[in-house]
């Protein structure tokens, strides 16, 4: 798994950790994506998230994306990193970074864990607002 780097934590996410661990010198271009806690979410104001997880079979899924995204595209190494717990405003809950010799392989790729990843892991999402709190399905 030396180019498959995972991680479920409780502290803050660093982008730049995900973008080191996909350097390499056969890496023409990185793609990263980085999900930030917004203040709204259908004209609601958002107070914070809080995002809880069954942490074997989500580290289980997430190795299966990033195989998954390995075997299809030709892309060298990848990165996905989401964070547990309360997250405020502009916090960061989830890094994807993906090295490949070529941008266009690395775009999809990254695309790819990121949409797979919010089908597919058991990570849930409660919105809180103002008035109250939701717990978010996975995908629209």
Known sequence: MDNIDLLLSADPLDPALGNAFVSAPGVGGIVTFT??????TQQKRVLRLEFESYEPMALSEMKKIAQQALDTYPVLKIAIHHRLGVL???????????????????????QYCIDTLKQTVPIWKKEVFE??????????
């Open 88 to 110: 405020d405003i502009g916090e960061i809950p989830v890094v994807i970074a993906v090295g490949a010799a070529h941008r266009g392989a690395a775009f999809a790729a990254c």
């Open 35 to 40: 999900g930030t806690v917004r203040d709204q």
């Open 131 to 140: 008035d109250g709190a939701v717990w978010v399905a996975a995908h629209p």
